[in-house]
């Protein structure tokens, strides 16, 4: 896309390559089951953590990916940078601190994305420290139960290929 067209929107939006997985993401992440069954608070910070968790995962698939795995991800990161400024707006932060607010809910979602790799790669149990340590939780002593869950969405997302993500989609 050229300069002019970025600067005047006169070319396509990147993101809505990856738009139907952002909603995807948030469908998931709004699923009942998080919260009936894995202990998920069910409040606004709950339903943050849940969605970091989901949009984590995602990305974390999309790093295995050399040709789309980076454009994806910043494609991501910008839906969800999106949202989260319509959500802090919605909630009535102003202009002067919605800014350090973003860059707040930007620093987490990375932090957690590095915790939640380092989990799935190593020790069960480094995963459930992880979940314990970023997820509002109205059942702490179901951490575990949300780790399996975790797990099992990973697994479907490994098993999902990037065109049936990019369309929203993810395996069963």
Request: proline share 4%; net charge negative.
């Amino acid at each position: 896309m050229s300069f002019f067209a970025r600067l005047f929107g006169t070319g396509p939006d990147p993101r809505e390559e990856w738009r139907a997985l952002w909603h995807r993401t948030v469908e998931e992440a709004r699923d009942p089951d998080w919260y009936r069954m894995c202990g998920v608070a069910d409040s606004i910070e709950g339903r943050y953590d849940m969605i970091t968790l989901v949009l984590a995962l995602v990305m974390l698939r999309l790093e295995n990916e050399p040709e789309t795995g980076s454009n994806a991800t910043a494609r991501l990161t910008e839906l969800f940078a999106e949202d989260m400024e319509g959500q802090l707006r919605e909630a009535g932060i102003g202009d002067p601190t919605v800014g350090k607010k973003l860059a707040a809910v930007m620093a987490s979602m990375n932090g957690r994305i590095g915790a939640y790799r380092e989990g799935l790669r190593s020790d069960p149990q480094v995963l459930v420290d992880a979940v314990r340590r970023n997820v509002t939780m109205a059942q702490p002593d179901e951490a575990e139960a949300l780790v399996q869950r975790m797990a099992a969405l990973h697994a479907r997302l490994e098993r999902t290929t990037v065109d049936q993500l990019r369309a929203g989609e993810i395996a069963a």
